[in-house]
């Protein structure tokens, strides 16, 4: 992930009917998370955690799905550390990680990605005072290790990336370093930079914590780990200088020569038009549109080769390092064109990974995911599952300042269950480094101060890590031919005419991921036959207990109904739904309210419950452009965040033996304000009035004979 403005994610389809809500911002109040101030709260789902991470052993692969040493199955519900906003900080100070990782617990969290390490200090571990990257900082490598022994205690993995964002310098012995930046691609095949990438998975995973008196490598805290962040090759790639691009030619003229018979280079030369022992060039820009099939075809088969080979040796090597975690290689993460060729080498690895933004390029948009379920989230994600691999999502997110941000988290936890996927990661959570730091939100993937966002990280914790949603009853699987993987390329990507994005398979309706689970069988098998799924609204899922209404006046609703947890996710106003324990008569235009059971009971049984209900986040004199698609020059605002508090009433329904039902408003440390808000019985349930105080989430009480 980079910071905005980003350059490998999907912009969300425009929805360019989307008659815009008419925000009164006479309605935003002041509400500011506080974490610092948090000791305990009602609010508090640690519970769910098995304290500490890895206790019994390492997480391993076992039918399909992650499971913990005795078989038992274990999803992760996490959030990066990273420090994009002004005054946040990667690696937080020794004394701040206690702080964070009890945070983190508290609010459902059970995995952080461990993301940008390879950076230089002060953000990563790299020591950037020389030449090279091949050491580490002193300090941050404490501050590592420390806050790895806290994550531990607090029954909190970790999924380790190796390269990210490492920056090489000349005194790595890496050829036109200062143009390289990331390295993205050259990763893939220089041999230098390979070297590199070794040295610094050994150096790490065999440094001993001092904390928890174990290498990484043995460490069981440490679920996954990952060989690359969003990097790939492909053709037409550009390398950064003329050195790479020699090496990456000489590379693929030897693999002709070991892999093309002479009739077939000699095919091969003259379709190039090149003489003698001169090299073929590979394909560039246009010239792979109207180049011959089968030049097409080779060079494609060439790099599906590399990216396999490097996968493959960096899998030996570090299981040959005594890495027993399973392994990822990267993820699936430009949905402007089919990711097959990728992918052939990616499902060779342990597990597959996928990444995807709502909104990615703030400031495009400002439209609400329920109007388009067809591009959502979840239908993006959804078609890199592999069938038999755990299938994770290692960023997602609904970017700020988007004002439907409230339907993210939820959706994604109840979808990312009806398809029992292993891992969920929110990006991205930055830890402030000032103690006296100003509360509002400094960064548009910043979860940590969002007061909207972050409480919703609870209920879906609750709902995912738990399985409140079933898995689909069936399973649709589809498979690609090898004719149709070589020349996926070929086909029309992004928003051009003819483009099937995102799934990029024709005769695949893309409300199917809504409706079953779906899985990629293989990438050698015939071409996926037609598929049905329904047309219009409402779309549900087979186990009925997810269903997506649209309508042309463009006031979409998600609904959650499960036992022990339920949402009205969108216009709620508009569509009158209402659950078999949850109605709701609100006044916003648009708001997300989610209950479920803090107990494990269902909710008809349950005692003590969590209800979050979230509208708009902004920033105090926050500033929209003239077409409120995303922020004016100088728009950020400033403290404190506001919140248009949902406000209404919210009705508890079929609530087994209650004789009174109560409500405490939670401030943003999670401890009660004022006195409980007592519900009243009707006709209908127990009638809970919410909005005042102003806050975005309460723990409900029933009382009982």
Not at 335 to 347: F, K
Not at 373 to 391: C, D, E, I, N
Request: proline share 7%; hydrophobic share 35%.
């Amino acid at each position: 992930m980079t910071p905005i403005p980003v350059v490998a994610a999907l912009i969300s389809l425009p929805l360019a009917c989307f008659a815009q809500a008419q925000w009164d911002d006479g309605l935003l109040k002041p509400y500011v998370m506080d974490h610092r101030a948090a000791a305990s709260s009602p609010a508090d789902v640690s519970f769910l955690h098995d304290a500490p991470a890895g206790k019994d052993g390492y997480i391993r692969i076992q039918g399909g799905h992650l499971v913990k040493p005795n078989g038992q199955r274990i999803r992760f519900w996490g959030v990066h550390l990273t420090d994009w906003s002004p005054g946040s900080i990667e690696l937080p100070p020794k004394e701040d990680s206690p702080m964070y990782a009890r945070t983190l617990a508290r609010f459902g969290v059970n995995i952080v990605r461990l993301h940008f390490l390879d950076k230089w200090a002060p953000t990563g571990i790299v020591d950037g005072s020389k030449d090279d990257t091949r050491s580490f900082d002193a300090q941050q490598l404490d501050r590592l290790d420390f806050l790895v022994s806290e994550l531990k205690k607090n029954g909190i993995y970790m999924d380790l990336n190796l390269n990210v964002g490492r920056v090489f310098k000349e005194g790595d012995g890496v050829p036109d370093a200062n143009r390289l930046q990331r390295a993205k691609s050259v990763t893939l095949y220089d041999k230098r930079i390979i070297e590199l990438e070794k040295e610094y998975a050994h150096n790490l995973l065999t440094h001993v914590n001092p904390y928890t008196k174990t290498e990484y490598r043995k460490e069981p805290a440490i679920a996954i780990v990952e060989i690359l962040n969003e990097n790939g090759i492909g053709q037409g790639y550009n390398p950064p200088s003329k050195f790479y691009g020699d090496e990456l030619d000489a590379l693929y003229n030897t693999w002709l020569k070991t892999n093309l018979t002479p009739e077939q280079l000699q095919k091969l030369r003259e379709q190039a038009g090149v003489q003698g022992d001169a090299l073929i060039p590979r394909l560039a820009g246009n010239a792979r549109a109207t180049a011959p099939k089968d030049r097409y075809e080779t060079e494609v088969r060439f790099f599906m080769d590399l990216e396999n080979k490097f996968y493959q040796d960096m899998k030996t090597y570090l299981r040959d390092l005594g890495v027993k975690q399973p392994l990822i290689g990267t993820a699936d993460h430009g949905h402007s064109g089919p990711p097959w060729v990728m992918l052939t080498s990616l499902t060779k690895l342990d597990m597959v990974d996928g990444h995807i933004y709502w909104n990615q390029y703030v400031g495009v948009d400002n439209v609400p995911m329920v109007n388009d379920p067809l591009h959502s989230t979840v239908v993006q994600l959804s078609r890199t599952a592999f069938a038999g691999k755990p299938y994770t999502v290692s960023e997602t997110n609904h970017p700020f300042p988007n004002e439907y941000a409230s339907e993210g988290i939820p959706i994604i936890a109840a979808y990312s269950g009806f398809q029992d996927w292993d891992m969920v990661i929110m990006y991205t959570f930055e830890p402030k480094k000032d103690p006296a730091w100003k509360p509002y939100v400094g960064d548009a993937f910043d979860l940590s101060l969002d007061p909207v966002r972050m409480t919703e990280m609870s209920v879906g914790a609750l709902m995912f890590l738990r399985g409140d949603v079933k898995p689909a009853r069936q399973t649709v699987e589809r498979t690609y031919s090898t004719e149709q993987v070589l020349d996926a390329g070929l086909l029309p990507g992004g928003l051009r005419p003819g483009s099937e994005q995102p799934y990029f398979t024709p005769g695949f309706p893309l409300a199917l991921p809504l409706e079953h689970g779906v899985r990629i069988k293989s990438f050698d098998g015939p071409p996926t036959a037609k598929l049905t799924a329904t047309e219009g609204s409402p779309i549900v899922s087979d186990t009925k207990e997810l269903t997506w209404y649209t309508s042309e006046a463009k006031t979409g609703l998600v609904t959650v109904e499960t036992d022990r947890s339920q949402a009205l996710i969108g216009f709620i106003k508009a569509n009158h739904k209402s659950l078999k324990n949850l109605g709701a008569d609100i006044t916003n235009n648009f708001a997300t309210i989610v209950l479920s059971s803090m107990d494990g009971k269902p909710l008809a049984r349950s005692d003590k419950m969590l209800l979050t209900a979230g509208s708009r986040v902004a920033n105090t004199e926050q500033k929209w452009n003239d077409a409120h698609s995303g922020l004016g020059r100088g728009g950020q605002g400033h403290a404190p965040t506001l919140i248009e508090p949902v406000a209404g009433t919210v009705t508890l329904k079929g609530i087994a033996g209650a004789t009174a039902i109560s409500a405490a408003a939670l401030d943003g440390s999670g401890k009660p304000i004022g006195n409980e808000i007592q519900a009243k019985k009707t006709a209908d349930g127990w009638v809970l009035p919410i909005g005042d105080p102003v806050t975005t989430w309460y723990v409900v009480s029933v009382r009982r004979r």
